[in-house]
């Protein structure tokens, strides 16, 4: 499965950069625990595969006191397959902490058809300009072959937002989350920013509502008859609230 070529990048700024990982452990600011994730065949390889900048891409960059965006590298990492579930999320988020540049970080098993993109938005490090500290983490649900083919056709480099590098991560960063809702709203739709970030606090609303229901399921077996009631009151008033907001979300969805 060819996910770098779902970014259909222009051939300027396909690259193969391999990524040691003796290098990774010896950067600043990473700690024991982390260097540890590196440890092992579990990571097979780590290869930056693009990098859209003005140089290669003709797309302005953002430089201020606080935030960086000179760069976007796109970064795959393999993984073995029986550490893959383990591996993928911290994997990434270690790299997003390392790498200087905002990335695209593409983790994949190399066992069957899977894969995860995240990205990172990030900001200079008062204390050293030379680190960044991560402000939002977000990776994607699951890519399989079956990935719809919408999907593709909008994390295509050519429909990202070229105004300037910033515009362009958040463009994808757009994309990711809009991915991530197909689970609710049932279908895949690139919306404007401000109404993606309302439907993912919706949803992370939902998942705390459903968290509280299944904690209050553990009361209900050890619970009196009047206890009962009273929490089998609370689950429903839960679900309710849940429907509720799954409907915005449908209605969202639609618009």
Not at 111 to 121: D, G, Q, V
Request: aromatic share 6%; hydrophobic share 40%.
């Amino acid at each position: 499965m060819d996910v770098i070529a779902w970014f259909a990048l222009p051939s300027a700024c396909r690259v193969d950069v391999p990524m040691k990982k003796i290098s990774l452990k010896q950067l600043e600011g990473i700690t024991g625990s982390e260097a540890k994730l590196l440890d092992g065949t579990a990571v097979q390889s780590i290869r930056i595969v693009g990098v859209v900048s003005k140089a290669q891409a003709n797309v302005e960059p953002v430089q201020t006191d606080d935030r960086s965006f000179v760069e976007i590298d796109f970064i795959q990492v393999l993984l073995d397959g029986p550490g893959y579930a383990k591996l993928y999320r911290p994997i990434a988020g270690l790299l997003h902490k390392l790498i200087p540049h905002h990335s695209v970080v593409i983790t994949q098993s190399n066992e069957e058809p899977l894969a995860h993109l995240s990205l990172a938005t990030k900001l200079i490090n008062r204390n050293d300009k030379r680190l960044r500290v991560v402000q939002e983490h977000v990776v994607s649900d699951a890519m399989t072959a079956s990935v719809p083919e919408a999907v593709r056709q909008a994390l295509a480099f050519s429909k990202a937002d070229k105004t300037n590098l910033e515009h362009c991560y958040r463009y994808y960063l757009n994309v990711l989350q809009s991915y991530n809702l197909v689970a609710l709203t049932e279908q895949f739709k690139v919306r404007p920013y401000v109404q993606t970030q309302a439907m993912i606090l919706a949803r992370e609303e939902i998942q705390q509502y459903e968290s509280q229901i299944n904690q209050l399921k553990k009361e209900l077996k050890q619970a009196q008859m009047r206890e009962k009631v009273q929490l089998n009151t609370e689950i429903h008033a839960l679900r309710q609230r849940i429907n509720t907001l799954k409907d915005q979300l449908y209605e969202n969805g639609e618009n």
